[in-house]
């Protein structure tokens, strides 16, 4: 089945820098790659996702990229702000329904 | 709408005591799933179901069972439990394809 891999498992920035989360997935078949943000206590939310035939996404702060050829995907947070402090996960897809998780990244961002 | 909905929200077991976790959706959604949630070990599924009077095996089925009688709901029961499933129980739900997967608000389940 398939494995994703997520690095860091912590990371830690200044408010304004920017934060980069990076995953590996094992299946070349996975075609379908969402981040989900949880804050503390709450449920997984879907923040950004993105598709095989596609290299990159942005949605105003955050951009995903995905390198196929690599297997792997990275999260992109610019001018990070107190309220994006949470858990992230990434996850990977090779059927259209069922999702591999990674095991998260908690991101603090310190004002 | 509701969206995902669990009950209950927190439940506390002495081992070998059965239960049951209901979820309930009001999107008319297809699939469904129920995930565990361990520190440092991210979403984990148990079961899933791609429809009405379907379930299927996930990463960590052992020790539950699952029905879908209803397309709304989905039930994740514990026969015997252990200290072993002490987690967070996460039921989301879709309508297929790339969508997003919504969750519910989680079941905190304690087993001593």
Redesign the interface.
Known sequence: ?ENVE?HP?TLSVQEGDSAVIKCTYSDSASN?F?WYKQELG?????II?I?SNVGEKKDQRIAVTLNKTAKHFSLHITETQPEDSAVY?CAA?SS?????????TLLTVNP | NAGVTQTPKFRVLKTGQSMTLLCAQDMNHEYMYWYRQDPGMGLRLIHYSVGEGTTAKGEVPDGYNVSRLKKQNFLLGLESAAPSQTSVYFCASTAGGYNEQFFGPGTRLTVL
Do not use: A, C, W
């Not at chain 1, 709450?42 to 879907?46: F, V």
């Not at chain 1, 259209?96 to 998260?104: D, I, P, V």
């Open positions: 089945g997520q498992s379908y969402p709450k449920r997984p939310q879907l996702d598709r996960f897809s259209n329904y069922k999702l591999t998780f990674g095991k998260g």
